[in-house]
Protein backbone atom coordinates (compact mmCIF):
# COMPACT_ATOMS: atom_id res chain seq x y z
CA UNK A 1 0.00 0.00 0.00
CA UNK A 2 1.59 3.25 -1.02
CA UNK A 3 1.53 5.92 1.67
CA UNK A 4 -0.62 8.72 0.50
CA UNK A 5 -2.99 5.83 1.12
CA UNK A 6 -1.97 5.15 4.33
CA UNK A 7 -2.67 8.86 4.54
CA UNK A 8 -5.90 9.02 3.30
CA UNK A 9 -6.88 5.63 5.57
CA UNK A 10 -5.83 7.59 8.41
CA UNK A 11 -7.65 10.69 7.59
CA UNK A 12 -10.69 8.89 7.00
CA UNK A 13 -10.55 6.91 10.17
CA UNK A 14 -10.20 9.88 12.11
CA UNK A 15 -13.23 11.70 10.89
CA UNK A 16 -14.81 9.40 10.91
CA UNK A 17 -13.86 8.86 14.76
CA UNK A 18 -14.91 12.71 15.27
CA UNK A 19 -18.12 12.25 13.52
CA UNK A 20 -18.52 9.00 16.10
CA UNK A 21 -17.90 11.13 19.02
CA UNK A 22 -19.94 14.43 17.92
CA UNK A 23 -22.87 12.36 16.57
CA UNK A 24 -22.61 10.61 20.31
CA UNK A 25 -22.66 13.29 22.02
CA UNK A 26 -25.78 14.67 19.95
CA UNK A 27 -28.01 12.10 21.26
CA UNK A 28 -26.68 11.21 24.65
CA UNK A 29 -29.10 12.73 27.52
CA UNK A 30 -27.13 16.39 28.89
CA UNK A 31 -24.15 16.79 31.01
CA UNK A 32 -23.57 18.80 33.88
CA UNK A 33 -20.08 19.51 33.82
CA UNK A 34 -20.54 20.66 37.32
CA UNK A 35 -21.48 17.91 38.90
CA UNK A 36 -18.40 15.34 38.40
CA UNK A 37 -16.64 13.18 40.05
CA UNK A 38 -13.34 15.00 42.24
CA UNK A 39 -10.46 14.89 39.19
CA UNK A 40 -9.18 11.78 40.66
CA UNK A 41 -10.90 8.38 43.02
CA UNK A 42 -8.09 8.20 45.39
CA UNK A 43 -9.50 9.09 48.56
CA UNK A 44 -13.24 9.55 47.28
CA UNK A 45 -16.29 7.49 47.52
CA UNK A 46 -16.52 4.42 45.64
CA UNK A 47 -17.99 4.33 42.35
CA UNK A 48 -20.20 1.03 41.14
CA UNK A 49 -20.44 0.19 37.79
CA UNK A 50 -17.92 2.00 36.23
CA UNK A 51 -17.81 -0.40 33.15
CA UNK A 52 -14.37 -2.52 33.27
CA UNK A 53 -13.73 -5.42 30.51
CA UNK A 54 -12.80 -7.86 33.99
CA UNK A 55 -16.01 -7.01 35.65
CA UNK A 56 -18.48 -9.81 36.24
CA UNK A 57 -22.34 -9.62 35.64
CA UNK A 58 -22.67 -9.18 39.00
CA UNK A 59 -20.77 -6.17 39.20
CA UNK A 60 -23.91 -4.02 39.26
CA UNK A 61 -27.35 -3.39 39.54
CA UNK A 62 -29.37 -6.09 37.34
CA UNK A 63 -30.94 -5.68 34.10
CA UNK A 64 -34.46 -3.88 34.40
CA UNK B 1 1.13 -8.51 3.59
CA UNK B 2 3.88 -6.70 4.51
CA UNK B 3 3.21 -6.03 7.86
CA UNK B 4 5.44 -7.92 10.30
CA UNK B 5 6.25 -7.28 14.05
CA UNK B 6 3.25 -7.40 15.92
CA UNK B 7 0.93 -4.70 16.71
CA UNK B 8 3.88 -2.66 15.55
CA UNK B 9 5.34 -4.30 13.04
CA UNK B 10 4.40 -2.47 10.46
CA UNK B 11 6.72 0.34 11.66
CA UNK B 12 10.11 -0.20 10.33
CA UNK B 13 13.01 0.42 13.24
CA UNK B 14 12.47 0.14 16.85
CA UNK B 15 12.83 2.67 19.45
CA UNK B 16 16.50 2.32 20.39
CA UNK B 17 17.86 2.40 16.79
CA UNK B 18 15.52 5.32 16.23
CA UNK B 19 16.71 7.19 19.50
CA UNK B 20 20.63 6.49 18.13
CA UNK B 21 19.81 7.70 14.60
CA UNK B 22 18.30 11.14 16.35
CA UNK B 23 21.37 11.34 18.67
CA UNK B 24 24.03 10.83 15.98
CA UNK B 25 22.41 13.31 13.59
CA UNK B 26 22.06 15.96 16.42
CA UNK B 27 18.44 16.50 16.15
CA UNK B 28 16.45 18.44 18.68
CA UNK B 29 15.46 16.63 21.46
CA UNK B 30 12.58 14.10 21.67
CA UNK B 31 10.21 16.42 23.54
CA UNK B 32 11.05 19.40 22.07
CA UNK B 33 9.92 17.86 18.60
CA UNK B 34 7.34 16.57 20.16
CA UNK B 35 6.04 19.49 21.52
CA UNK B 36 6.62 21.47 18.65
CA UNK B 37 4.40 18.84 16.21
CA UNK B 38 0.94 20.17 15.15
CA UNK B 39 -0.60 17.02 16.68
CA UNK B 40 0.80 17.72 19.98
CA UNK B 41 -1.45 21.09 19.37
CA UNK B 42 -4.57 19.43 18.99
CA UNK B 43 -4.17 17.21 21.55
CA UNK B 44 -4.22 19.64 23.90
CA UNK B 45 -7.25 21.41 22.73
CA UNK B 46 -8.47 18.02 22.75
CA UNK B 47 -7.84 17.43 26.12
CA UNK B 48 -9.24 20.91 26.82
CA UNK B 49 -12.48 20.29 25.19
CA UNK B 50 -12.70 16.60 26.96
CA UNK B 51 -12.30 18.47 30.40
CA UNK B 52 -14.44 21.47 29.46
CA UNK B 53 -17.58 19.13 28.26
CA UNK B 54 -16.98 16.65 30.80
CA UNK B 55 -14.83 16.97 33.35
CA UNK B 56 -11.12 17.18 34.63
CA UNK B 57 -10.96 13.60 36.00
CA UNK B 58 -11.74 12.74 32.33
CA UNK B 59 -8.83 14.89 30.88
CA UNK B 60 -6.42 13.63 32.92
CA UNK B 61 -7.35 10.09 32.04
CA UNK B 62 -7.24 11.43 28.01
CA UNK B 63 -3.74 12.10 28.91
CA UNK B 64 -3.20 8.97 31.20
CA UNK B 65 -4.39 7.71 27.68
CA UNK B 66 -1.64 9.23 25.70
CA UNK B 67 0.76 8.39 27.85
CA UNK B 68 -0.15 4.70 26.97
CA UNK B 69 -0.22 5.23 23.38
CA UNK B 70 2.71 6.97 23.23
CA UNK B 71 4.80 4.39 24.40
CA UNK B 72 3.37 1.54 22.49
CA UNK B 73 4.35 3.79 19.55
CA UNK B 74 7.46 5.33 20.56
CA UNK B 75 8.97 1.76 21.65
CA UNK B 76 7.00 -0.56 19.32
CA UNK B 77 6.13 -2.13 22.86
CA UNK B 78 3.65 -4.82 21.49
CA UNK B 79 2.27 -7.93 23.58
CA UNK B 80 1.26 -9.94 20.17
CA UNK B 81 5.00 -9.29 18.92
CA UNK B 82 6.59 -10.23 22.12
CA UNK B 83 4.42 -13.54 22.25
CA UNK B 84 5.48 -14.12 18.71
CA UNK B 85 9.23 -13.67 19.03
CA UNK B 86 9.99 -16.02 21.57
CA UNK B 87 7.62 -18.63 19.73
CA UNK B 88 9.07 -17.65 16.74
CA UNK B 89 12.55 -17.13 17.45
CA UNK B 90 13.72 -17.94 21.04
CA UNK B 91 13.49 -14.00 21.85
CA UNK B 92 12.56 -13.43 25.33
CA UNK B 93 12.56 -9.68 24.80
CA UNK B 94 9.26 -8.51 24.24
CA UNK B 95 8.43 -11.14 27.34
CA UNK B 96 10.43 -9.56 29.60
CA UNK B 97 9.76 -5.90 29.14
CA UNK B 98 6.40 -6.98 29.39
CA UNK B 99 6.92 -8.90 32.87
CA UNK B 100 8.85 -6.06 34.13
CA UNK B 101 5.96 -3.16 33.44
CA UNK B 102 3.32 -5.76 35.20
CA UNK B 103 5.58 -6.38 38.05
CA UNK B 104 6.15 -2.58 38.81
CA UNK B 105 2.99 -1.97 38.24
CA UNK B 106 1.90 -4.97 41.23
CA UNK B 107 3.82 -3.14 43.68
CA UNK B 108 2.16 -0.28 43.70
CA UNK B 109 -1.47 -1.23 42.32
CA UNK B 110 -2.22 -4.46 44.80
CA UNK B 111 -1.24 -2.27 48.22
CA UNK B 112 -3.20 0.32 46.70
CA UNK B 113 -6.68 -1.35 46.35
CA UNK B 114 -5.53 -3.44 49.58
CA UNK B 115 -5.83 -0.44 51.65
CA UNK B 116 -8.60 1.89 49.70
CA UNK B 117 -11.79 0.48 49.04
CA UNK B 118 -12.61 2.66 46.45
CA UNK B 119 -10.00 1.62 44.11
CA UNK B 120 -10.94 -2.07 42.26
CA UNK B 121 -8.43 -4.66 40.56
CA UNK B 122 -9.23 -6.29 37.34
CA UNK B 123 -10.76 -9.49 39.23
CA UNK B 124 -12.80 -11.48 36.93
CA UNK B 125 -14.46 -15.28 37.56
CA UNK B 126 -12.66 -18.25 36.61
CA UNK B 127 -15.69 -19.62 34.19
CA UNK B 128 -15.37 -22.00 30.86
CA UNK B 129 -15.81 -18.90 28.83
CA UNK B 130 -12.53 -17.50 30.31
CA UNK B 131 -10.31 -20.29 29.19
CA UNK B 132 -12.09 -20.88 25.66
CA UNK B 133 -12.36 -17.12 24.85
CA UNK B 134 -8.56 -16.52 26.08
CA UNK B 135 -7.58 -19.40 23.72
CA UNK B 136 -8.86 -18.26 20.89
CA UNK B 137 -8.08 -14.66 21.70
CA UNK B 138 -4.28 -15.47 22.05
CA UNK B 139 -5.10 -17.35 18.38
CA UNK B 140 -6.55 -14.67 16.90
CA UNK B 141 -4.20 -11.60 17.80
CA UNK B 142 -1.32 -13.44 16.15
CA UNK B 143 -4.00 -13.85 12.60
CA UNK B 144 -4.48 -10.02 13.32
CA UNK B 145 -0.79 -8.85 14.11
CA UNK B 146 -2.15 -6.87 17.38
CA UNK B 147 -4.27 -7.01 20.54
CA UNK B 148 -6.86 -4.61 21.61
CA UNK B 149 -4.15 -1.73 22.09
CA UNK B 150 -2.30 -3.06 19.15
CA UNK B 151 -5.33 -3.04 16.71
CA UNK B 152 -6.75 0.38 18.10
CA UNK B 153 -3.57 2.39 17.83
CA UNK B 154 -2.59 1.08 14.10
CA UNK B 155 -5.76 2.22 12.90
CA UNK B 156 -5.35 5.13 14.16
CA UNK B 157 -2.05 5.55 12.13
CA UNK B 158 -3.89 4.20 8.68
CA UNK B 159 -3.11 0.58 8.63
CA UNK B 160 -4.89 -0.61 6.63
CA UNK B 161 -5.20 -4.03 7.98
CA UNK B 162 -6.04 -2.78 11.18
CA UNK B 163 -8.77 -0.24 9.86
CA UNK B 164 -10.16 -3.59 8.55
CA UNK B 165 -9.65 -5.57 11.93
CA UNK B 166 -11.41 -2.63 14.27
CA UNK B 167 -15.04 -2.78 13.16
CA UNK B 168 -15.42 -6.39 13.53
CA UNK B 169 -13.60 -5.88 16.96
CA UNK B 170 -16.07 -3.46 18.23
CA UNK B 171 -18.93 -5.37 16.83
CA UNK B 172 -17.34 -8.70 18.41
CA UNK B 173 -16.63 -7.05 21.47
CA UNK B 174 -20.62 -5.49 21.50
CA UNK B 175 -21.97 -8.91 21.22
CA UNK B 176 -19.57 -11.30 23.21
CA UNK B 177 -20.61 -8.97 25.73
CA UNK B 178 -24.37 -9.41 25.08
CA UNK B 179 -24.22 -13.31 25.45
CA UNK B 180 -21.95 -13.41 28.19
CA UNK B 181 -24.55 -14.89 30.30
CA UNK B 182 -25.09 -17.63 28.15
CA UNK B 183 -21.32 -18.34 28.36
CA UNK B 184 -21.57 -18.17 31.86
CA UNK B 185 -23.67 -20.46 32.23
CA UNK B 186 -21.47 -23.53 30.83
CA UNK B 187 -20.01 -22.92 34.19
CA UNK B 188 -18.06 -20.48 36.46
CA UNK B 189 -16.16 -20.50 39.94
CA UNK B 190 -16.38 -16.85 41.77
CA UNK B 191 -13.44 -14.76 41.12
CA UNK B 192 -10.37 -15.24 43.27
CA UNK B 193 -8.50 -11.81 43.99
CA UNK B 194 -5.22 -13.34 45.33
CA UNK B 195 -4.32 -9.89 48.14
CA UNK B 196 -7.79 -11.50 49.84
CA UNK B 197 -6.81 -14.70 50.71
CA UNK B 198 -3.30 -14.77 51.00
CA UNK B 199 -2.75 -11.26 51.88
CA UNK B 200 -0.69 -8.48 50.47
CA UNK B 201 3.06 -9.70 51.03
CA UNK B 202 2.81 -13.65 49.74
CA UNK B 203 0.68 -12.10 46.98
CA UNK B 204 3.46 -9.87 45.68
CA UNK B 205 6.27 -12.38 47.00
CA UNK B 206 4.44 -14.89 45.07
CA UNK B 207 3.74 -13.06 41.54
CA UNK B 208 6.50 -11.83 41.88
CA UNK B 209 8.22 -14.80 41.80
CA UNK B 210 6.24 -16.50 39.25
CA UNK B 211 7.04 -13.77 37.24
CA UNK B 212 10.66 -14.00 37.86
CA UNK B 213 10.88 -17.92 37.31
CA UNK B 214 8.98 -18.03 34.05
CA UNK B 215 11.21 -15.01 33.09
CA UNK B 216 14.26 -16.61 34.21
CA UNK B 217 13.34 -19.94 32.52
CA UNK B 218 12.53 -17.60 28.93
CA UNK B 219 15.76 -16.13 29.21
CA UNK B 220 18.04 -19.51 30.14
CA UNK B 221 16.42 -20.85 26.91
CA UNK B 222 16.77 -18.22 24.61
CA UNK B 223 18.54 -17.89 21.02
CA UNK B 224 18.53 -14.18 20.07
CA UNK B 225 18.03 -11.71 22.05
CA UNK B 226 17.99 -9.23 18.67
CA UNK B 227 15.19 -10.62 16.64
CA UNK B 228 12.45 -7.54 17.11
CA UNK B 229 14.41 -5.17 20.04
CA UNK B 230 17.65 -4.02 20.40
CA UNK B 231 18.73 -1.80 23.43
CA UNK B 232 16.79 -0.35 26.47
CA UNK B 233 14.04 1.71 25.03
CA UNK B 234 11.50 -1.63 25.37
CA UNK B 235 12.68 -1.50 29.20
CA UNK B 236 12.46 2.15 29.31
CA UNK B 237 9.02 1.80 28.07
CA UNK B 238 7.60 -0.83 30.67
CA UNK B 239 8.94 1.18 33.53
CA UNK B 240 6.59 4.42 31.94
CA UNK B 241 3.96 1.55 31.11
CA UNK B 242 3.60 0.59 34.66
CA UNK B 243 3.57 4.90 35.57
CA UNK B 244 0.75 5.33 33.35
CA UNK B 245 -0.59 2.42 34.81
CA UNK B 246 -0.54 3.19 38.73
CA UNK B 247 -1.77 6.72 37.47
CA UNK B 248 -4.93 5.23 35.72
CA UNK B 249 -5.85 3.47 38.84
CA UNK B 250 -5.61 6.02 41.07
CA UNK B 251 -7.57 8.42 38.75
CA UNK B 252 -10.63 6.51 37.22
CA UNK B 253 -10.32 4.11 40.26
CA UNK B 254 -9.88 0.68 38.28
CA UNK B 255 -7.15 -0.68 36.03
CA UNK B 256 -6.46 0.17 32.43
CA UNK B 257 -8.52 -1.46 29.88
CA UNK B 258 -9.39 -1.59 26.53
CA UNK B 259 -11.96 -3.96 25.45
CA UNK B 260 -15.05 -2.58 27.34
CA UNK B 261 -14.69 0.57 25.37
CA UNK B 262 -14.84 -0.96 22.05
CA UNK B 263 -17.83 -2.80 22.94
CA UNK B 264 -19.52 0.32 24.18
CA UNK B 265 -19.10 1.97 21.32
CA UNK B 266 -20.64 -1.16 19.35
CA UNK B 267 -23.78 -1.09 21.45
CA UNK B 268 -24.45 2.45 21.21
CA UNK B 269 -23.83 2.09 16.96
CA UNK B 270 -26.53 -1.09 17.99
CA UNK B 271 -28.80 1.28 19.71
CA UNK B 272 -28.89 4.12 16.75
CA UNK B 273 -29.99 0.92 14.75
CA UNK B 274 -32.94 0.23 16.57
CA UNK B 275 -31.76 -2.54 18.46
CA UNK B 276 -33.12 -2.71 22.17
CA UNK B 277 -30.66 -3.44 24.90
CA UNK B 278 -32.83 -2.76 27.48
CA UNK B 279 -33.70 -6.48 28.23
CA UNK B 280 -30.54 -7.92 27.69
CA UNK B 281 -28.63 -9.31 30.25
CA UNK B 282 -25.18 -7.61 30.25
CA UNK B 283 -26.26 -3.84 28.16
CA UNK B 284 -29.59 -4.23 30.12
CA UNK B 285 -28.32 -3.60 33.53
CA UNK B 286 -28.54 -0.03 35.13
CA UNK B 287 -25.11 0.74 35.00
CA UNK B 288 -24.47 0.31 31.04
CA UNK B 289 -27.81 1.59 30.56
CA UNK B 290 -26.61 4.74 31.98
CA UNK B 291 -23.04 4.63 30.11
CA UNK B 292 -25.35 4.08 26.40
CA UNK B 293 -27.63 7.44 27.00
CA UNK B 294 -24.52 9.36 28.23
CA UNK B 295 -21.83 10.41 25.85
CA UNK B 296 -18.33 7.76 25.44
CA UNK B 297 -16.80 10.90 26.79
CA UNK B 298 -18.25 9.93 29.91
CA UNK B 299 -16.86 6.95 30.24
CA UNK B 300 -13.48 6.08 31.43
CA UNK B 301 -12.06 3.31 28.99
CA UNK B 302 -13.46 5.17 26.00
CA UNK B 303 -11.70 8.30 26.96
CA UNK B 304 -8.64 6.49 27.92
CA UNK B 305 -8.77 4.79 23.99
CA UNK B 306 -9.25 7.76 22.59
CA UNK B 307 -5.90 9.49 24.27
CA UNK B 308 -4.25 6.05 23.69
CA UNK B 309 -4.94 7.14 19.71
CA UNK B 310 -4.03 10.24 19.90
CA UNK B 311 -0.65 9.65 21.63
CA UNK B 312 0.46 7.16 19.15
CA UNK B 313 -0.16 9.18 16.50
CA UNK B 314 1.88 11.33 17.85
CA UNK B 315 4.95 8.93 19.17
CA UNK B 316 4.95 7.74 15.66
CA UNK B 317 4.63 11.22 13.89
CA UNK B 318 7.74 11.88 15.90
CA UNK B 319 9.44 9.14 14.50
CA UNK B 320 8.82 9.16 11.23
CA UNK B 321 6.83 6.28 11.25
CA UNK B 322 3.26 7.08 11.12
CA UNK B 323 2.55 5.85 7.71
CA UNK B 324 2.98 1.87 7.75
CA UNK B 325 2.36 0.20 5.18
CA UNK B 326 -0.16 -2.51 4.37
CA UNK B 327 -0.56 -4.63 1.31
CA UNK B 328 -3.25 -7.82 1.37
CA UNK B 329 -4.84 -9.57 -1.09
CA UNK B 330 -8.94 -9.64 -1.08
CA UNK B 331 -8.63 -13.07 0.82
CA UNK B 332 -6.41 -11.19 3.50
CA UNK B 333 -9.18 -8.49 4.05
CA UNK B 334 -11.89 -10.85 4.32
CA UNK B 335 -9.61 -12.74 6.89
CA UNK B 336 -8.97 -9.15 8.83
CA UNK B 337 -12.39 -8.48 9.27
CA UNK B 338 -13.62 -12.09 10.51
CA UNK B 339 -10.39 -11.98 12.42
CA UNK B 340 -11.66 -8.76 14.61
CA UNK B 341 -15.02 -10.27 15.09
CA UNK B 342 -13.51 -13.28 16.74
CA UNK B 343 -11.33 -11.33 18.74
CA UNK B 344 -13.84 -8.72 20.29
CA UNK B 345 -16.03 -11.41 20.77
CA UNK B 346 -13.52 -13.85 22.60
CA UNK B 347 -12.19 -10.43 24.71
CA UNK B 348 -15.43 -10.41 25.99
CA UNK B 349 -15.77 -14.35 27.30
CA UNK B 350 -12.69 -14.00 28.21
CA UNK B 351 -13.06 -10.56 30.86
CA UNK B 352 -10.36 -9.06 28.86
CA UNK B 353 -7.65 -8.47 26.29
CA UNK B 354 -3.91 -8.56 26.95
CA UNK B 355 -4.34 -5.24 29.07
CA UNK B 356 -7.66 -5.87 30.80
CA UNK B 357 -6.98 -9.64 31.57
CA UNK B 358 -3.24 -10.22 31.35
CA UNK B 359 -1.96 -7.03 32.34
CA UNK B 360 -4.52 -5.87 34.45
CA UNK B 361 -5.19 -8.94 35.95
CA UNK B 362 -2.54 -10.08 37.11
CA UNK B 363 -1.14 -6.61 38.09
CA UNK B 364 -3.75 -6.45 40.71
CA UNK B 365 -3.83 -9.35 42.38
CA UNK B 366 -6.89 -11.73 40.31
CA UNK B 367 -6.25 -15.23 39.63
CA UNK B 368 -8.22 -15.09 36.34
CA UNK B 369 -5.26 -12.98 34.88
CA UNK B 370 -2.83 -15.94 35.16
CA UNK B 371 -5.50 -18.36 33.72
CA UNK B 372 -5.96 -15.70 30.76
CA UNK B 373 -1.84 -15.96 30.15
CA UNK B 374 -1.64 -19.68 30.08
CA UNK B 375 -4.83 -20.28 27.43
CA UNK B 376 -4.19 -16.84 25.32
CA UNK B 377 -0.19 -18.41 24.97
CA UNK B 378 -1.34 -21.51 23.99
CA UNK B 379 -3.56 -20.18 21.58
CA UNK B 380 -0.63 -18.27 20.26
CA UNK B 381 0.75 -21.45 19.15
CA UNK B 382 -1.75 -21.99 17.29
CA UNK B 383 -2.41 -18.37 15.94
CA UNK B 384 1.01 -18.19 14.38
CA UNK B 385 1.29 -21.16 12.34
CA UNK B 386 -2.35 -20.18 10.78
CA UNK B 387 -1.27 -16.84 10.07
CA UNK B 388 1.54 -18.13 7.73
CA UNK B 389 -0.72 -20.15 6.22
CA UNK B 390 -2.59 -17.65 5.47
CA UNK B 391 0.54 -15.15 4.10
CA UNK B 392 0.80 -13.16 6.46
CA UNK B 393 4.04 -13.73 7.26
CA UNK B 394 6.18 -10.78 6.97
Not at chain 2, 87 to 100: H, V, Y
Not at chain 2, 196 to 216: D, K, M, P, R, Y
Amino acid sequence: MKPRRVTVFASIFWIAAFAFIAFDWSRAGPHNRFDEPPPWQLGQEKVEGAGHCAAPLTADAPAK
Amino acid sequence: MATDGGSIAAIPGDGTSSVRKDRARGLQPYAARVASSPLAIAAVLACLAITWLVGLRQGFLFIVGMGFGAVLAGVSFGFTTGWRVWIRDRDPTGFLAQFLAIGLTMLVSIPLIASHEELSGAIAPLSVSLVIGAFVFGAAMQIADGCGSGTLYKAGLGNGFSLAVLPGFIAGSFLGAAHLDRWLALGSLPPVALPEHLGVGATLILQLAALGAIGAWLWRNRKKTDARWKGRAIYVGAVLLAVFAVLNLLVAGQPWGIVYGLGLWGAKIATWLGVDLAANAYWGREARQVHLNSSLLTDVTSVTNLGLLMGALIAANVRGNARPATDASGKQWLVAVITGLVLGYSARLAFGCNVGAYFSGISTGSLHGWVWFAAAFAGSFVGIPMRERLGLKS
